[in-house]
């Protein structure tokens, strides 16, 4: 068996190698450990492994060598030391509030965040007594005035969903650091191959691995990242007590895809870059909101935080409201009308009418998500055809 990480290794390298196990057979790529429990030699050993004094396996709700490898090669990839991985993003989500965050408690939230992570936060985690506030991801300022003694988490995902505001992450961390709370960043969009949340002081990381990291829309799983205390100790104990876990089918997708992450990033960026300037100089388009514009009015900060590049999700928007919104992606033959992103297959979604149809129509126009607005996310299909696509409903 190896488990070989090097500091000194780039983010490639650790997708790649970090999170080796081999066994005695001498596999070269990880074997699946589908086995829900594991046995001892006798009843003494097994008593040493549940009390914590021998390590290894016991259960696989909570210790599996196939989740366990995924969990390393992540962590070593966003600079974290502990990684648990969950049964998906929102489990992701979930495990870190209710092993953080007490009755009482109150978050700070972007008012941007994924659909169903508003939902967690204001039908249940309200239940439990946990109150949430929500601001303008870009607005430094507003993020201080929403703070109370109470606040205990500061939540964000960067670029935000759909319009592509950038978070300044240093300083919420700093605000966060003020006030005795966790900076939790969803790094969905971005995963540690174009941005680092730990790098810039975040507390906690969480994925849905369901998105980039497959990247091929096969499987649901999510993961929190962090230190030891935070998920090693406290994020672990609830999963082992509440069981959100992967499956090491699912975790063995997973970690063979994140092989291929900093190579599929890259290529992602290249093309939305591509996509993003092609609909920047079509009559009928009004704005196209993508961080990798010189024109996105947060450019140099998204540089700054995502050196790996500016992501795969853009969003435009059209002259001609709906009705011209709905026209363009009829039109297309090639991409996928889906809420879904993160996948090979480009994506196109009217968010006021499906992803963001939840929110008040006042408050989606406060947040700019007009009618007009589409959001694409840019997959893996030659370019030239991507634009062919969309260059038939703006005709
Ligand atoms: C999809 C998504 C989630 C939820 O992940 P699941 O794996 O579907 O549970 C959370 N956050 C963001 C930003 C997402 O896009």
Redesign the pocket.
């Known amino acids: 068996m190896t488990d070989d990480f090097d500091e000194s290794w780039g983010t490639a390298t650790r997708g790649v190698r970090a999170g080796t196990h081999r066994t005695p057979e001498g596999e070269h790529s990880n074997a699946i450990y589908m086995t829900s429990s594991f046995v001892f030699e006798s009843a003494e050993e097994c008593a040493e492994r549940f009390a914590g004094d021998a390590p290894g396996n016991i259960y696989s709700r909570f210790t599996n060598p196939t989740v366990d490898a995924f969990s390393k090669r992540l962590a070593a990839m966003e600079g974290g030391e502990c990684c648990v991985a969950t049964a998906?993003?929102?489990?992701a989500?979930l495990a870190t509030c209710l092993a953080t965050l007490e009755a009482g408690d109150h978050i700070v939230a972007a008012h941007t965040?994924?659909g169903?992570?508003i939902g967690m936060f204001n039908n249940y985690l309200s239940k439990l007594g946990m109150t949430t506030s929500y601001v303008p991801p870009e607005d430094v300022e507003a993020w201080k005035a929403a703070i109370t003694p109470a606040t205990r988490m500061l939540f964000v995902?960067t670029p935000s969903?759909p319009l592509t505001e950038i978070v300044d992450m240093a300083a919420l961390a700093e605000i966060a650091n003020d006030n005795d709370a966790l900076l939790v960043v969803?790094n969905?969009?971005c995963t540690p191959a174009l941005q680092r949340p730990l790098d810039f002081g975040a507390h906690v990381v969480?994925h849905?691995?369901?998105?980039f990291l497959d990247g091929q829309g096969r499987a649901?799983?999510?993961a929190v990242v962090g230190d030891a205390d935070i998920v090693g100790d406290k994020v672990f104990r609830f999963l082992r007590t509440c069981g959100p876990t992967m499956s090491p089918f699912n975790a063995w997708v997973f970690y063979k895809a994140l092989e291929t992450l900093e190579v599929r990033m890259q290529a992602h960026c290249r093309s939305a870059q591509r996509v993003a300037e092609w609909l920047d100089d079509q009559p009928g388009v009004e704005h196209v909101y993508y961080p990798g514009l010189a024109s996105h009015a947060q450019h140099e900060l998204a540089a700054r935080q995502q050196p790996g590049g500016f992501g795969s999700v853009l969003s435009l928007r059209v002259a001609g409201g709906r009705e011209a919104a709905f026209k363009l992606i009829n039109s297309t033959k090639m991409l996928s009308i889906t809420a879904n992103?993160?996948d090979t297959r480009t994506t196109i979604v009217h968010p006021a009418s499906t992803t963001h149809a939840r929110i008040s129509a006042e408050d989606r126009a406060r947040a700019g998500i007009t009618d007009g607005v589409i959001r694409i996310s840019v997959g893996l299909e030659n370019v030239e055809d991507i634009i062919a696509d969309l260059a038939r409903g703006l005709e």
């Not at 998906?88 to 489990?91: A, E």
């Not at 849905?208 to 998105?211: I, Q």
């Open positions: 998906s993003g929102m489990s989500i965040l994924f169903s992570t995902e969903n969803d969905c969009f969480t849905s691995a369901t998105k649901l799983g999510g992103l993160g």
